[in-house]
């Protein structure tokens, strides 16, 4: 079999709007930052790496294995804190007070519909500046609701012994 009669495959040049193609990366909450971020490679060096290539060759084509590099550890590094947060509110669902619990989910639930009518509002913005916007915001209410439903199924799968505390009633005696 003859080398030149397999077709010819493209080459594709890597700029940096490839970096946006997946969702944008996670914002985490300050109160549980240390507990998710523990342990998880945050591609701080590889991002320097691709940051100086840029800055010496003024041009994306010429920083392909950085780019390709970057995306590759963003994507497992995202990965991994999605799932952190999700399984740290559930946890949270599940050990917090019952009344705190609910709070935060009021509070998630409040965030939800914020992010919703600024995604609406981003809906009217032309050109790359409204794709960024609608990109970002599309990206964090994803993630805002799959924090809510795991809030949630920690708050339900709460012990079914756990006291409940109810109203005080009055006891009546008949004589």
């Known amino acids: 079999m003859d080398v030149d009669s397999k077709p010819m495959m493209e080459e594709t040049i890597l700029v940096g709007d490839d ?56 994507d497992k590094r995202d990965k991994e804190l999605r799932q952190r947060l999700q399984d740290s509110e559930r946890k949270l669902g599940l050990s917090m007070p019952f009344d705190m619990a609910k709070e935060r989910a009021d509070q998630l639930q409040s965030e939800v519909t914020s992010l919703e009518r600024r995604l609406i509002l981003a809906s009217g913005v032309e050109g790359m500046e409204g794709f960024r916007q609608r ?9 805002t609701k799959r924090r809510l439903e795991s809030l949630k199924q920690g708050i339900d799968n709460r012990k079914k012994d756990e006291p409940v505390e109810k109203a005080p009633s009055k006891r009546w005696f008949f004589w």
Do not use: K
Not at 36 to 41: C, I, Q, S
Not at 44 to 63: A, S
């Open 19 to 74: 970096l946006m193609m997946g969702p944008p990366s996670p914002l985490i909450p300050p109160e549980i930052a240390s507990h998710v971020l523990e342990g998880v490679e945050l591609c701080d060096g590889i991002l320097r790496n691709l940051f100086l290539c840029l800055q010496l060759n003024d041009i994306e084509p010429f920083c392909q294995d950085e780019i390709a590099l970057y995306r590759e550890c963003a």
């Open 135 to 143: 990109w970002s915001l599309h990206g964090r209410l994803t993630d």
